[in-house]
């Protein structure tokens, strides 16, 4: 592949998938760990979710302006290593049984990671051409159904023979690696400062606030962008229940003795059709047009999920995961695609600094009310019957605004450059 001819590309590349595979081993093994010991209130995983969730409506300020004014590499870097640091102190929560201390660590460890996404996004967008966008976004699906499809598996495995303290030290052990990765990446200046140094010192909360509102106007210039984005907030509702739905769907309905296995299974058919949905998406896309893929595959996401909802035996649900997973990942390869080619480098940041919140406030909402009204309220079928709608809405929203839009941003593009703000 093209790409990996790229060495930096190739060591962010190995930076990133080591990171994100060693927070699923991670992630899912604490999961298990709260299901096994607090088995009576599922509240708690739910809110363990919340802890990686919350954390970016107190940071959203500052992540994306600092990843525009200073050095998008040290950012990156240091962000791994703080986060190998609190691990560490998560390992020393989790065995001796602090689980508020473990909570409060993994909130100040999600924080820290919303300054990785953004410095991450723009150094790869700084480093590939514009024709490559589509293709590595859908290498970075295949990436993510290879975290589910082992991801989840290799969580309960640790945590079964290992405990949670050895899936810990995994995960700590990835932001290492992924930290030493990118210290070794060689960037050019304007990629790491595409707007110029900047002393962290000027960056005040004045001088932060008003860059972040200019990446609003950013948005705002490029109307195209601004419908795209509006969706997410919905998106990030729809993250969040869907981030404990299927383990509870195991736990709590389909296989209450053996939620464990079937837990990781899940994740292996959703990454089964994540990897088969990565390999069609770029060629989807060339064929037809991201704007046909995106409602396309949001309109089928609402009425297989609806399914989901009503299906009593294990083998035909696992089926019908796996193709979702396969009618998703073209949709986030749209997604993936499109961004970089409509953001100039200079306000990636900023504009990402838009995205982030929208979809953790969403999912925060959505994690909260799953917090309070399950299962007193609502039952497993009501919220996958909620969750299908949400996702409809979104796709009728997209299919009445963005095929105008599209064709007036590919008219006008020849002519007009995306609208810049300034860097001052």
């Not at 919340?50 to 940071?59: D, E, G, I, K, Q």
């Not at 972040?212 to 962008?225: A, E």
């Not at 009593?312 to 695609?337: K, Q, R, S, T």
């Not at 996958?384 to 599209?406: N, Q």
């Amino acid at each position: 592949m093209q790409l990996f001819k790229n060495l930096t590309f190739t060591k962010m590349f190995l930076a990133n998938f080591t990171s994100q595979l060693g927070t699923v081993v991670g992630n899912m093994a604490f999961v298990f760990y709260l299901l096994d010991h607090f088995s009576s209130q599922p509240v708690y995983a739910t809110v363990a979710e919340l802890m990686y969730s919350l954390p970016t409506l107190a940071v959203f300020l500052f992540v994306g302006v600092l990843a525009d004014k200073l050095d998008r590499k040290r950012i990156a870097m240091n962000s791994d290593w703080i986060r190998a640091g609190l691990t560490a102190v998560l390992l020393v929560a989790v065995h001796q049984e602090w689980i508020v201390a473990a909570f409060s660590i993994l909130f100040l460890r999600s924080a820290v990671s919303k300054f990785f996404v953004p410095a991450e996004t723009s150094l790869l967008q700084g480093i590939m051409k514009e024709d490559q966008y589509v293709q590595a976004a859908g290498l970075n699906q295949s990436v993510t159904g290879i975290f589910m499809l082992f991801g989840t598996g290799l969580g309960s495995i640790f945590y079964t023979y290992l405990g949670i303290e050895g899936a810990v030290i995994i995960d700590g052990a990835s932001f290492l690696i992924s930290g030493l990765l990118i210290a070794r990446c060689k960037f050019e200046p304007e990629v790491r400062l595409p707007n110029g140094k900047a002393k962290l010192g000027d960056l005040h909360i004045r001088v932060i606030a008003r860059e972040f509102w200019q990446g609003l106007t950013y948005i705002r210039s490029n109307r195209l962008l601004m419908a795209i984005i509006s969706g997410f907030l919905v998106f990030g509702l729809i993250n969040g229940v869907f981030a404990v739905l299927p383990i509870f769907t195991m736990r709590y309905k389909l296989s209450p003795e053996h939620y464990q296995t079937y837990s990781a299974l899940i994740t292996v058919f959703l990454g089964i059709g994540f990897l088969i949905g990565s390999s069609v998406g770029p060629l989807l896309i060339k064929k037809f047009s991201k704007v046909s893929v995106l409602i396309a595959g949001l309109i089928l996401s609402a009425i297989f999920t609806l399914l989901l909802g009503f299906m009593d035996e294990i083998w035909i649900y696992l089926a019908l995961v796996l193709i979702v997973g396969a009618i998703l990942a073209p949709v986030n390869v749209v997604f993936g695609g499109w961004l970089p080619e409509l953001v100039e480098p200079g306000s990636m940041g900023r504009v990402s600094a838009w995205i982030d919140p929208l979809m953790m406030l969403g999912q925060s909402i959505s994690l909260g009310l799953v917090a309070v009204a399950f299962p007193k309220y609502v039952s497993i079928e009501m919220l996958y019957i909620l969750l299908g709608f949400c996702i409809l809405a979104v796709s009728l929203y997209y299919w009445f605004v963005l095929p105008s839009l599209d064709r007036k941003h590919r008219a006008a593009k020849p002519q007009v450059t995306a609208a810049s703000i300034s860097a001052e």
